[in-house]
């Protein structure tokens, strides 16, 4: 199954019709946030690919339907949610630290609650399929992987439990973006691959 995911930017060759020969294997389209809406759904309309999205702390607040859509048009939220898309299991968590007034931002304590609510989904995906997760969405990186010293750009503790206890195959995040070579974009906790999705990656998954 193959998986592009975006976060962040606009990339100019993806929002164009190049993008249905450059990507015509994708399967999922995945959102890690802070993109506009009308941005996935053209991803996902062109390369007739499924769309799964969560929230950054950048996204326009749900609850100003008439400013912009509340969410990507045919998409699934995956915030606080695991789905089980044709064997894939997913789950997500919405937003980054909360560092000033806003919408979709939130103290690590809250995250913390945000990862334990998603426990008992993990624990029935063991019993049905014999592993907790296979790919964790979130918009903030874990803590002390990819994340950077100023407080906005904080990792989440409770994300970095989260992979250290529940070893996903893969962490999609974004949040933090890349401007030189010296930031790593992909890195390994544990049996977890953590991936900055600035821009786009493209991840194959056998």
Known sequence: MRILAVSDKVIDTLYS???RTRFSKIDLVVSCGDLPYAYPEYLTSLLNAS????RGNHDLAADHPYK?????????DLHLRSINHEGLLLAGVEGSIRYKEGPFMYSQ???WLHVFRLLPALLLNKVRYGRYLDVFVTHAPPFGVHDQADYAHQGIRAFRWFDEVFQPFYHLHGHIHL???EQRQTSE???TKVINCY???EISIP
């Open 189 to 191: 906790l544990g049996l």
């Open 17 to 19: 019709p190049q993008v």
């Open 179 to 181: 401007y030189g070579t």
């Open 199 to 201: 821009g786009y990656q």
């Open 109 to 111: 304590s809250e995250m």
């Open 68 to 76: 912009s859509p509340p969410a990507p048009l045919g998409g699934v």
């Open 51 to 54: 769309l799964y999205f969560i």
